[in-house]
């Protein structure tokens, strides 16, 4: 079975960092692109960063790049977020997920079918 747990969340004030941690279990994740996505009060969750399989690539969105940085632990199964220069409008529920298929990458929120239980980030201003 499949578990992500992710962690690391909290309450900062705008330009303050905080750090993700997305652990991952039940099945070898090494052949999978990783994902995070937040979702805002009253908005549609989104794409925020992917990472693949090997962690030779990475894809953010316009809204983090330069901000946020992806990174991957094949050997723990972990999946982190760096993110840094937080502003008020990062704040969501932020989840890791796990692409549906070996060796392919996407933005897709369709095409993650395993997710976590979500971690809350409030940037205050």
């Known amino acids: 079975q499949v578990q992500l747990v992710e962690s690391g969340g909290g309450l900062v004030q705008a330009g303050d960092s905080l750090r993700l941690s997305c652990a991952a279990s039940?099945?070898?994740?090494?052949?999978?692109?990783m994902g995070w996505f937040r979702q805002a009060p009253g908005k549609e969750r989104e794409f925020v960063a992917v990472?693949?399989?090997?962690?030779?690539?990475?894809y953010y969105a316009d809204s983090v790049k330069g901000r946020f940085t992806i990174s991957r632990d094949n050997a723990k199964n972990t999946v982190t977020l760096q993110m840094n220069s937080l502003k008020p409008e990062d704040t969501a529920v932020y989840y890791c997920?796990?692409?549906?298929?070996?060796?392919?990458?996407?933005?897709?929120?369709?095409?993650?079918?395993?997710w976590g239980q979500g971690t809350q980030v409030t940037v205050s201003s």
């Open positions: 997920a796990v692409h549906v298929a070996p060796w392919t990458v996407s933005a897709a929120t369709s095409e993650y079918n395993y």
């Open positions: 039940g099945r070898t994740f090494s052949r999978y692109a």
């Open positions: 990472i693949t399989w090997s962690g030779g690539n990475t």
